[in-house]
Structure formats: C-alpha cells, structure tokens
C-alpha cells in the first residue's frame, strides 16, 4: 500500500457536527500520514492555545470516507473525513471545522448528549405507560395516540437539545478563530457548501421543517457567523491565500494543503480520474504529487518514479517527496534501493514514527542480516513514539522472530492485534509473552497490561450479545 496507511477502528460517532445529519456507531477505516497528520495538527494548535489548552492536547484522525463530514466521538480527539478535505478549497475552511469541533470538546457535549438521550427516553417511557394504560381500559385508538404523541415529543426533545449544542459549538468556533487570530471567512464559506449541498438534496430551508433537524437551518448559522467574524480585523487575512507563495502564515498552510489535498485524491481516487484532475502538462508540485500515487497504483513505476525526482528536485530537504520515493521502490520490489531515500527521510523528520515504521520496513525486506539491528533501533523508537501504529509493531515482531526472541515477538504481536481489534489473539500472545519474559521487566509488565486491556475487550463483547 503506498505511503500512506490504511488502519481500521470501530468510532462511536455520538455528534456529527459539520455534516447533514447523526452518525451512528459504525466501522471505519483511519488514514494514517506523517504529512497529513503534521498539517491538520499544525491547523488545530493555534485554536487549542486559544481555548486555553496545550498545543497537542487534542488530535485531529482522518477517516477514509467521501462524505463531508466531521465530528467527535468522545475523548480529546477530533474525527474528519477525507470528502471534507476533497470538498474544502482553502486550509481556513478546514481550520473553520476545527475551531467548531472544538467547541463541542471543550463544551464537554459528548457527555451530555447521554443526558439528552436519557431525557428523551424518559419522555418515549411515560408515554408508553400512559398508553398502555389507556388501551387497557378500551381505549386502544386513544392510546396509540398517547404513543405517537410521545415519540414525536422524545424526538423533538432531543434534537433540541442537538441544536442548542450545535449553537454552542457555533459561539466557542468564533471565540477560538478571533482569539487565534485566525480569519472567520473559511469557517463562514465551508457552511455555504454545506447549504448548498441542502438544496441539492432537497433539505428544506423553512422553520417550519426544523423540527427533523439535528442542526440549526445552516441559513441562520451563516447569517450568524459572519456578522460575529467580520468585524474581526483577522477577517480580510485569508484573502493571502490567493498567493500560495506569500510569507504569510496562512498562505504557507495553504501552500500545504493543496499539496497534501492532492496527495490524498491521488491515493484515493481511480488512476485515471486521477490523470483527469491531474494532466500531464500540469507541473506543479501538487499535480506530480498525486500523478506520483497514480501511477505507482496503475503499476507505471518509471513515471511514478519520475515523478518523485521531480518533486525532490523542487525541494531536496522534503522528506515527505523522499518517503513517497522510497514506498514506491519499496513496493516495487526494490527494497535495498529504497534505502537511501527513506533513510534520509527519517533523519530529515526527525525520526517521524510513521516514517521510521516504513524505513524498518524496507530494512527487513532487504533480507540482509546485517541491517536487522537497524531496523530494530528503529522501530523501536517509531512505537515508542507512536505506540497506536500497528504496522510498525507487526514489523518488531518480525524482527524479534527471526532472532528468535519469542516472548518479545509475541509481545509486538499483541500490541499489534489490540489495536486491529483482535482481543482473542491479542490475550493469548500476551499471556504466553508474560509467562516467558523476566519477571518485573518492562516488557512483562506490557504483557500484563495488553493482556487487561484485551479481556476488558471480550467482556465487553459478550456483555453486547
């Protein structure tokens, strides 16, 4: 799979907050990536310092999904989809979404929505009784009555209370952009998309339909937002991001996501749509990058290849274009010729885990025995790092295994199955890696712990069926 990483992770989706409608629970898949991950942490801290929070309290997961949509789900975590960042054209506009998610973490709505929820059922229960009441008593058209009446008042109970948090979340994204200093305009125009995506699929824009409505009539939001954004002298700043070479700060975010923007459509879409966006005559760095995953995809390894050169040519020191030229010759067979490319790649990021995880990949692929303590030094640190990566501890398995170290392989193979939500075989390699290592060491003390979390896991499947 080329650079970036495909994990998988069950989301309790409680608030979906920038697009149309709820999400329930439902099983997702996390794109992992060194730059994307950088640049969406780069566009969240400087609202997080103004909520008054340490930059990188909260994090920012991208899940690989069309939809334009965002929200949290519990937890000091944000939750985008990749169609939000297809769909934006500017980084303020996702900075907008931010600021707003925000507002439901530090508003604390994941919690009380349970109210909310509890509330309405309260209401859906005494209507019931009543019901039940009244048919027992002959009156079974009055009490089929009683009940409609009473789901209709728990449903309107709580998407008020929905929309009273999403108003909320409204008022905290325009304290955080104004005391960031950071222009309202993105924030203002990402919600006219969302309005005009309403009346394409026919979401009424009259009062008297919010009754159904989870959110405020995105009209209103609008209307709202902009008159509270611009008086703010911030507002007229993200007209620099016309000019993507600018030193302003924001032109420099811009500059990045319309690169990380186009890596993700390239990795993502069909190869030929790809090359539809993305024509050959278009030089940019943004158009090589996502031609670059297009061909490496389309099995075109010399033009992929040709297409990273480029791109290092434009900019030697990036270790992002370093890191995509090595994952292609990696997956191309060529892991020893990889090398190079991605060990300056994770010396240049400073030993990125997501980087390093790749780069001990290669060295392991190499098949070379010399390079085994490389690789396990670096690994090593990537999950140290960076202990939510899968891919990087299945490869210290690897390298524990062919050493011949079974307790610490299985042990990186817990780790490993927990986190790609295989409690069974995650407490059983943790149990037989506890019985194995030292007694009080580190590692043994690991053991104990994955092996908690992973009966944790199972009990609370069994308690689910």
């Known amino acids: 799979m080329p650079l970036l990483r495909l994990l998988f992770a069950r989301l309790i989706a409680v608030v979906a907050v920038a697009g149309l409608i709820v999400q329930p629970a439902a099983a997702q898949s996390i794109l992992r990536d060194a730059e994307t991950e950088a640049l969406l942490q780069d566009?969240?801290?400087?609202?997080?310092?103004?909520?008054?929070?340490?930059?990188?309290s909260v994090d920012v997961v991208l899940i690989n999904d069309p939809s334009i949509n965002a929200?949290?789900?519990?937890?000091?975590?944000?939750?985008?989809?990749?169609g939000l960042i297809n769909a934006a054209e500017t980084a303020?506009?996702?900075?907008?979404?931010?600021?707003?998610?925000?507002?439901?973490?530090?508003?604390?709505?994941?919690?009380?929505?349970?109210?909310?929820?509890?509330?309405?059922?309260?209401?859906?229960?005494?209507?019931?009784?009543?019901?039940?009441?009244?048919?027992?008593?002959?009156?079974?058209?009055?009490?089929m009555g009683l009940m409609g009446l009473g789901q209709q008042a728990a449903i309107g109970s709580f998407l008020s209370f929905s929309r009273t948090q999403e108003s909320a979340a409204d008022a905290a994204a325009v304290e955080y952009l104004t005391t960031a200093g950071i222009s309202g305009?993105?924030?203002?125009?990402?919600?006219?998309?969302?309005?005009?995506?309403?009346?394409?699929?026919?979401?009424?824009?009259?009062?008297?339909?919010?009754?159904?409505?989870?959110?405020?009539?995105?009209?209103?939001?609008?209307?709202?937002?902009?008159?509270?954004?611009?008086?703010?002298?911030?507002?007229?700043?993200?007209?620099?991001?016309?000019?993507?070479?600018?030193?302003?700060?924001?032109?420099?975010?811009?500059?990045?996501?319309?690169?990380?923007?186009?890596?993700?459509?390239?990795?993502?879409?069909?190869?030929?749509?790809?090359?539809?966006?993305?024509?050959?005559?278009?030089?940019?760095?943004?158009?090589?990058?996502a031609r670059a995953y297009a061909y490496h995809k389309d099995a075109r390894i010399a033009d992929a290849l040709a297409e990273t050169q480029a791109l290092i040519a434009s900019e030697p020191g990036n270790p992002y274009f370093l890191e995509l030229q090595g994952q292609v010759l990696l997956e191309s067979g060529k892991p020893a010729e990889a090398l190079p490319a991605l060990r300056e790649a994770t010396a240049l990021s400073g030993n990125e885990p997501l980087i390093a995880a790749t780069f001990g990949h290669a060295l392991i692929a190499s098949e070379d025995p010399a390079n085994l303590d490389e690789a396990e030094r670096v690994l090593r640190t990537a999950v140290a790092r960076d202990r939510e990566?899968?891919?990087?501890?299945?490869?210290?398995?690897?390298?524990?295994?062919?050493?011949?170290?079974?307790?610490?392989?299985?042990?990186?193979?817990?780790e490993q199955q927990i986190m790609s939500q295989r409690p069974m075989e995650a407490l059983r390699n943790a149990e037989m890696?506890?019985?194995?290592?030292?007694?009080?060491?580190?590692?043994?003390?690991?053991?104990?712990?994955?092996?908690?979390?992973?009966?944790?896991?199972?009990?609370q499947a069994r308690q689910r069926q």
């Open 43 to 56: 566009m969240l801290d400087p609202l997080v310092v103004a909520a008054g929070m340490p930059p990188g």
């Open 71 to 82: 929200f949290v789900a519990g937890g000091q975590r944000i939750y985008i989809h990749s």
């Open 92 to 143: 303020n506009e996702v900075q907008g979404v931010l600021a707003h998610e925000l507002g439901h973490i530090t508003g604390g709505h994941i919690i009380s929505s349970y109210d909310g929820y509890g509330k309405a059922a309260r209401i859906q229960l005494l209507s019931t009784l009543a019901a039940i009441a009244a048919m027992a008593l002959g009156a079974g058209e009055a009490g």
């Open 185 to 289: 305009q993105g924030v203002v125009s990402f919600f006219q998309k969302l309005q005009n995506q309403e009346y394409r699929y026919g979401y009424s824009q009259d009062d008297d339909a919010g009754f159904a409505r989870t959110h405020p009539l995105t009209g209103d939001r609008i209307s709202r937002l902009q008159a509270d954004l611009e008086a703010d002298p911030a507002w007229a700043q993200a007209d620099l991001e016309a000019t993507i070479g600018g030193t302003s700060p924001l032109s420099e975010l811009q500059r990045r996501f319309v690169q990380v923007k186009a890596k993700l459509y390239g990795y993502l879409a069909k190869p030929a749509d790809t090359l539809r966006v993305y024509p050959a005559q278009m030089t940019s760095v943004a158009a090589r990058y």
């Open 389 to 414: 990566n899968p891919f990087a501890w299945y490869q210290l398995g690897v390298v524990y295994a062919s050493r011949g170290d079974l307790p610490r392989a299985r042990l990186a193979s817990a």
């Open 433 to 459: 890696a506890e019985s194995a290592l030292p007694n009080g060491s580190p590692d043994w003390l690991r053991a104990q712990d994955v092996a908690m979390q992973a009966r944790a896991e199972l009990e």
